[in-house]
T-cell receptor, first 110, second 118 residues
Framework: EDQVTQSPEALRLQEGESSSLNCSYTVSGLRGLFWYRQDPGKGPEFLFTLYSAGEEKEKERLKATLTKKESFLHITAPKPEDSATYLCAVQADSNYQLIWGAGTKLIIKP | NAGVTQTPKFQVLKTGQSMTLQCAQDMNHEYMSWYRQDPGMGLRLIHYSVGAGITDQGEVPNGYNVSRSTTEDFPLRLLSAAPSQTSVYFC?????????????????FGPGTRLTVL
């Protein structure tokens, strides 16, 4: 069964303390992996798409990487405004609809 | 552009009541979808549409109906509300439909409707 698991469920960091969020997936064949950011009370907002192992994408303090089993969202020197829930979703060969993870809630303390 | 808009933002229903959640987009997107988001779970697809007059079921369609009479609007109807339908509902749109040949495009989400069924 196709599955997406995100860890940790929640992560508290001090401002400037770098860390990584994990998205591990089990699918028959990966067509694409997507990262979204969701602020409280709002809908998800697109960040990145990764298609093949070894691919990396960057945006400001965020960098997403992809291997054959998982993706990492690295956050470097985070600021309080980076606080949000980060969602990962996968499109598999077997089912073109997205499979979503439950998200990681990131809290950056000033 | 307003993007994707949803109304209402909050709604409380009694068991057995019906209602329609509204969704509209002004980006001329072909593909629209409805998701529900529950604590500790990933987004789950309820229904989707690949264009005016064409809709299909997602992962959790029971208890919900949709229609797509125009490109812009994609309302979600709850036929007879149940407490299990208490959730946050998101409408999303994207330029084109994902398929077994085509990859997903960036999806644009509305602000959500928080529904409580008593």
């Amino acid at each position: 069964e196709d599955q997406v698991t995100q860890s940790p469920e929640a992560l508290r960091l001090q401002e400037g303390e770098s860390s990584s969020l994990n998205c591990s997936y089990t699918v028959s064949g990966l067509r694409g992996l997507f990262w979204y950011r969701q602020d409280p009370g709002k809908g998800p907002e697109f960040l990145f798409t990764l298609y093949s192992a070894g691919e990396e994408k960057e945006k400001e303090r965020l960098k997403a990487t992809l291997t054959k089993k998982e993706s990492f969202l690295h956050i470097t020197a985070p600021k309080p405004e980076d606080s949000a829930t980060y969602l990962c979703a996968v499109q598999a060969d077997s089912n073109y609809q997205l499979i979503w993870g439950a998200g990681t809630k990131l809290i950056i303390k000033p | 552009n307003a993007g994707v808009t949803q109304t209402p933002k909050f709604q409380v229903l009694k068991t057995g009541q019906s209602m329609t959640l509204q969704c509209a987009q002004d980006m001329n997107h072909e593909y629209m979808s409805w998701y529900r988001q529950d604590p500790g779970m990933g987004l789950r697809l309820i229904h989707y549409s690949v264009g005016a007059g064409i809709t299909d079921q997602g992962e959790v369609p029971n208890g919900y109906n949709v229609s797509r009479s125009t490109t812009e609007d994609f309302p979600l109807r709850l036929l007879s509300a149940a407490p299990s339908q208490t959730s946050v509902y998101f409408c999303a749109s994207s330029y084109s439909m994902p398929s077994l040949r085509e990859r997903h495009n960036e999806q644009f989400f509305g602000p959500g409707t928080r529904l409580t069924v008593l």
